[in-house]
């Protein structure tokens, strides 16, 4: 079965509008954090925001928010006001456990998203 | 403060060829990762290391492939002989601990032969 599952290959938004990409998971760990990270054209990995399974609040960092549903697992990211530079690929990633043998990243597939005028 | 430095950025070789990948973590990082991504498969962990000793190697594809980390500011992956089915982005990344972000470098793009 797949740990981490992006339904959308690809995304479409208007500047300035919030967009929504979708990300489940499936861990049977009590432990976990999930990421997401943005890949542009350019290929680098720009982490975004993390969410531990124990935060009591969603994250927030600026325009990225992450909708944490913990119970549906599901770790939707938001991105508001979107911006041409948003432009991008976006991974969600899950680590597993604690300690040394839980700092593997599993990766989803991916969301292709592009932000039209 | 100096990200993940990795070299060359870009690599072509002919198969059969012996390929080195180099990493430089981020100073004070104790996770060192290498990664591995294609368009069939997508981003694979293939090896990572704590402290410089490798914890989990399992990701590894085969005996071609083998990574060291002599010391905590340096890393290499080294494919021998290389095939052209190694033909991907290679990414490495670290971090400090397990609660945060693991942090990517730019990447090396390979392409055998």
């Known amino acids: 079965a797949q740990k981490i599952t992006q339904t959308q290959p690809g995304m479409f938004v208007q500047e300035k509008e919030a967009v929504t990409l979708d990300c489940t998971y499936d861990t049977s760990d009590p432990s976990y954090g999930l990421f997401w990270y943005k890949q542009p054209s350019s290929g680098e990995m720009i982490f975004l925001i993390y969410q531990g399974s124990y935060d009591q609040q969603n994250a927030t960092e600026g325009r990225y928010s992450l909708n944490f549903q913990k119970a549906r697992k599901s770790a939707n990211l938001v991105i508001s006001a979107s911006q041409l530079g948003d432009s991008a690929m976006y991974f969600c990633a899950m680590r597993e456990g604690l300690g040394g043998g839980g700092n593997k990243l599993t990766f989803g597939t991916g969301t292709q998203l592009k932000v039209e005028l | 403060d100096a990200g993940v430095i990795q070299s060359p950025r870009h690599e072509v070789t002919e198969m059969g060829q012996e390929v080195t990948l180099r990493c430089k973590p981020i100073?004070?990082?104790?996770?060192l990762f290498w990664y591995r991504q294609t368009m069939m498969r997508g981003l694979e962990l293939l090896i990572y290391?704590?402290?410089?000793?490798?914890?989990?190697d399992s990701g590894m594809p085969e005996d071609r492939f083998s990574a060291k980390m002599p010391n905590a500011s340096f890393s290499t992956l080294k494919i021998q002989p290389s095939e052209p089915r190694d033909s991907a982005v290679y990414f490495c990344a670290s971090t400090r601990d397990n609660n945060q972000p693991q942090h990517f470098g730019d990447g090396t793009r390979l392409s055998i032969l």
């Open positions: 100073s004070g990082h104790d996770y």
């Open positions: 290391f704590n402290n410089n000793v490798p914890i989990d």
